[in-house]
């Protein structure tokens, strides 16, 4: 994966707009504000850029219902061969999130639990998939939520059926050069089931597994219910399996109690992945569990759970985490190459 690159030249309207969004949400500012500027991005795209052009000219942009003063003011700059002042501000505050882990972030070559907006996530899979390639990946899978998770908009057999079909056609159109693979982050039911159809988790290329609900269940129904889910065959990866939550805007969680060793005994047993989850929201695991699933032999996934595009670049944290604690890059399986990680998927 490559980082950021630099703004070298001006670009148009629709893709100021897009760039700045990307960027304000790699540095984590409000959803509100971000959604302003795809929102934005969306409008110009329908009026096309001839008659984007024809209204900045009557100074009439700004009159359009869904365009504020600054993403007027990135539409306006833009359409006059401009660099965005909004845009070059952004680009010069560019950098690292992390020190550390460039050696893995340079590496890693997908992602294995990103969300579009199909059910929370604030863009569209296009979008999701061209963030993805600027930053040098070259395969992403998309585990929307299922439909337990209400709250999430999560995705119905019939829902998520349809996303099949856009899959499909999304590879066809782009190729060899990117591969969007198939998946679900599957909610963990309490007895350890998959909240989602036998028919459409076998037709799903991927399955991240993770836990939303009931969170302070006791330690040893929780434990069960962990092994029960890591050892279903078609579990590829146990996601944030804590649940906990160190800072953000949603506040502070406690993690979830099991016991660790029996479950990740189990992942290693069953060749389940343990998430390195990016969000800086969870650092989940913590890190003396990544060590424990180290020790036991596990494979690791660090994925970014991205809920918008650029969020995608929040595996620099887990690549910085890796790293640090000893995890060798061929037991992350979102270093191998695409083909290999559909085999080890398959195999179960």
Not at 54 to 60: F, G, P
Not at 154 to 172: F, K, M, P, T, W
Not at 248 to 267: H, I, L, M, T
Request: hydrophobic share 40%; proline share 5%.
């Amino acid at each position: 994966m490559r980082p950021v690159s630099d703004l070298t030249a001006p670009m148009t309207p629709y893709d100021a707009l897009l760039r700045v969004a990307f960027l304000m949400e790699r540095a984590r500012e409000g959803s509100y504000r971000v959604e302003a500027f795809r929102k934005a991005a969306g409008i110009v795209a329908q009026l096309g850029l001839d008659e984007t052009r024809a209204r900045v000219e009557r100074h009439a942009i700004a009159d359009i219902s869904g365009i504020g003063k600054s993403t007027a003011a990135v539409i306006n700059e833009a359409v006059r061969g401009k660099v965005p002042a909004r845009l070059f501000t952004l680009q010069e505050e560019v950098g690292p999130l992390v020190t550390g882990g460039e050696d893995l972030y340079a590496a890693v070559r997908g992602d294995l639990h990103a969300h579009s907006n199909w059910s929370d996530g604030g863009a569209s899979i296009d979008e999701m998939v061209d963030a993805a390639v600027a930053l040098g990946q070259e395969w992403l899978a998309l585990t929307d939520h299922s439909p337990r998770l209400r709250v999430a908009n999560g995705l119905s057999a019939e829902r998520l059926a349809h996303q099949l079909d856009v899959v499909a056609d999304l590879n066809a159109a782009r190729g060899d050069d990117f591969r969007l693979v198939t998946g679900i982050e599957v909610d963990i039911l309490d007895d350890g089931s998959l909240d989602q159809s036998d028919e459409m988790l076998d037709r799903l290329e991927i399955i991240t597994a993770s836990v939303h609900s009931n969170l302070k269940m006791d330690r040893g129904p929780m434990t069960r219910r962990l092994v029960t889910a890591v050892s279903d065959p078609r579990v590829n990866v146990l996601g944030h399996c804590t649940g906990r939550l160190v800072a953000g805007g949603r506040g502070q969680r406690p993690q979830s109690k099991f016991d660790p060793e029996a479950v990740f005994a189990a992942c290693a047993e069953n060749n389940t992945a343990v998430e390195i989850n990016s969000r800086p929201e969870r650092v989940d695991p913590p890190d003396e569990m990544i060590e424990l699933a180290r020790d036991l032999g596990c494979l690791f996934a660090i994925d970014s759970d991205a809920h918008a595009p650029g969020q995608l670049d929040f595996k620099a944290y887990g690549c910085e985490r890796a790293e640090r604690l000893g995890i060798p890059p061929e037991r992350i399986v979102t270093t191998w190459a695409v083909d290999d990680v559909l085999d080890w998927a398959a195999a179960g």
